[in-house]
């Protein structure tokens, strides 16, 4: 690092021991865990510090040539015009501190990019509103939605539950990794542009639907890191956080263990399907019944000859609300969820699904979907409710 670190700890000490009340404040921004942030760390305080230096030196020349040189010691204005000698000196020197300043932060921003030679990788997909953290080497892969009770948050008339401590910035599902290992994020969104932004870690990167962003930490300290998402979202953007739980290599596996032991929420492995002799078509991968691109559609649409596979729609489309619940939507399996609209009938519940209904937007979203594979998703749910 060619500008060295430093703070003030002088100043506040100081004025610590003046006012007391101040002993347990410090002026600072969040601790840095990963090289890249300690890096960015050290470029803010000490860019801040030549800023601060080039203020005395500008300020300082100012107010002693005001005062040296007023009227009333009977100072005369030199006059003089085109100095060579100044103007090169008040081009070189500014010059050169840029330069200075600019090399350290762009081995940084190098430094940030290199996300070569990593140990692991994870695909992070941001949805409206929620994180989803898909393990690649580890095959580990859930949702992280926000932990706050609602309570906490709707503060009707004035009145709401006393807050957490980390009101708004906990989860159900932690982000959890090896500490000391290179870790790559793949991130991406499902719908809107998300930034999946942990301060600590040093990594602030869009998700861009359609395409893969690349970071990468390495988290030198076990400790919980916690974040929010970056871009404004939509309604709930400020209701997504991040967590990012660094353990030892130990206990980094047996959370893997764990995960995988709890993971897949049993889903029935066979849909109950009429047409017999049509195995429920593996051709129709989840993934192109699922793209909206035209090309992807083609498999979708064709379906329509077989009966479609609800539980592969289910997963590709309805999964995002209708697994976990979220913003009310009833969940997968919750007989008490689903015994009220179970009554209206199915064709009512054809139609919710087809058309919307509050929330729940139409086909789940997914308008590439044929009309018999939201009606067969629909089957899947009811069959698992009843
Ligand atoms: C973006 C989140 C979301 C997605 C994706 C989604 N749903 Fe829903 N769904 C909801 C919500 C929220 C409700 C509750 C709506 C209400 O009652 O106001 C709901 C309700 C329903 C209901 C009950 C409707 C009723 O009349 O009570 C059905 C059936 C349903 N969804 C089917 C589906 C199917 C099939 C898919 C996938 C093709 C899907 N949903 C995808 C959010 C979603
Ligand atoms: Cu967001």
Redesign the pocket.
Known sequence: MHLKHLRAPGVFAAAASILPALADYHVDILEPVTPVSKDIYNLHWGILWVCVAIFCVVFGAMFWSILRHRKSLGAKAAQFHENTTIEVIWTIVPFVILIAMALPATRTVLEMKDASNTDMSVKVTAY?WKWEYDYQQDGVKFLSNLSTPRGQIDEREGKGQPKNENYLLEVDNPMVVPVGKKVRLLITSNDVIHGWYVPQLGVNQYGIPGFVKEAWFTVEKPGVYRGQCSQICGKEHGFMPIVVEAKNDADYAAWVKDMKAKAPPALPETVPQEAPGSAPAAGAAPEQVAAAAPAGAAPAAGAAAKPADGKA??DT??????STG?????KYGDKAA?A??LA?GKP??????LHG?????P????TA?SDD???A??D???AAAK
């Open positions: 409206l729609v289910f489309t309805c999964t995002a609300c209708h979220a913003a009310g939507a009833p689903w009220p609209r209206q009512a519940l054809y139609n919710s699904a209904k509050g929330a729940m937007p086909k789940g979203g997914n979907l594979a939201v009606k998703a629909v899947y749910m009811t």
